[in-house]
């Protein structure tokens, strides 16, 4: 997905709050803001808005010293594994249990503070509980699950990974195969082996990094390791808008986005409402919405 | 007033009103606004936000090749011409005809293209008559009124300057002479003579411009001419946000400042809510506040 004119302030906005998490005074922000300045002049913006972010969250990491999210994705992750007791028996108590973990996979992408200085968690899951999924290709996946017997899930945010967690126990119940993948280094508050560590998830699949600190899943950024990993995926989930924006263009195999339409950029782009939930197969956006804006909402 | 953090993304927000104003398509805004950044990384940031968006929509006027704002303005100098008779009629009616005059003066300063990509004329009129003014120094003006024969009054904006208009015929019936300034030439949807013609405000006053298309009134660019007449006035009215920015130094003579609070840096340089309504003499602010972040709220 390419950037849009909106994505401009909002490159500024995130380094805002990157900046302010960071505890950086005010009037050392400026000069910042003016390095995100030469950061946009320099990119090639022909690529998805999440390859600018990458510079962007680089550079406040080197000048802040550290990954200023450390100890919000610390405790995210445990106000999560707080609520896992009861989703796990909501889950459970449910129809379709595999589905309402989707649901909730789904509203847990809420916690993303690339985009939000905080975040209603319990607020989301209700929601998640009691709307449409806007775009709803569960039965496709139940179909793609039968022929591959294994999963490679793209994890996106800390704390959100209490939620996938959940998903992958129904996955793995279903008889599917689970990797999930976190990301090799910070960036945002993503999630990384130690947010993996934290939350049990290493004890539920295997987890592996995909060799990179960048936004999203850029291929070319990733490690050996991993490419050739998503190369011979069967089947791939992949959460979050970042990873979205970036893998538009897999249209080999079955792949599902899992997110929230967090923005109005990807809101506009997708012809849905900001917040609409999506569970769906890359084909259903491709070819029709690729880089055409406002494609209309998307039935299947 | 310096520029704050929130500013950058907000440089961008106000490129993109005033693109879309120009009916400029997406694809193409997106070089314009990396002009945007290269304006920003040029800019001397010691300055107040006033000189960057001058800078800024100086671009934007010569990329379009018009003015952006011609049209929508000489529309909000109709839109608030049609309330001209029943404002006028609550003025009379009201127990204090100046200082209604003066709230609504600042209620029509809710016309700013520069921020708003819509705004709610009416709202704000109810609004604007119904609260308390945030800092009240109508009283010093009166007092001031009767030492200074003569006031040059500072307007903003089009469709804005009908509400001046009214405040300007009751400051006359008080005895007071009114030179009223607009801009040299366009900038966002500030008045220039032509908006002073469209609403008859030159048939009530003496109107001259400040030869100058920058935001707010950076007096090193105004003409010889304007400069002088400045330096030499007694009593200063100053409409709007950008002459609040760019005239805080100004403390050797009153000067007043009519606007609303319109963004949150503002808000916060002042201590006050957003939206909150300003009569103030410039020494209020001075030198409690100049430069200095969240002064508290100001009292009297």
Known sequence: ?????????CFFRQTRIALDQSGIADEEQIGILKEVAEIIIKADLSGSPAHVTTFIHRMIREVAGKDPFRDIKSEYNRKALSLYDDLKKTIKESGDPLLT??????????????IFRSVDMEGTIGKAMGSDIAVDDYRLLLDDMRNAGEILYLLDNAGEIVFDRLFIEELRKSGAGVT?????????????IDDAIQTGLDKVCRVIDNGSDAVGTILKWCSEDFVRKFSGAALIVSKGQANFETLLAVVDRPLYFLFQAKCNVVARFLGLEKGSMIFSRVDTFAPKSREVESPGRITR
């Open 180 to 192: 999930a993948v976190v990301k090799g280094s910070p960036t945002i508050n993503d999630a990384t």
């Open 101 to 114: 973990a989707g649901r909730l996979a789904i509203a847990g992408n809420i916690i993303d503070f690339g």
């Open 1 to 9: 997905m390419n950037i849009y004119p909106d994505c401009f302030p």
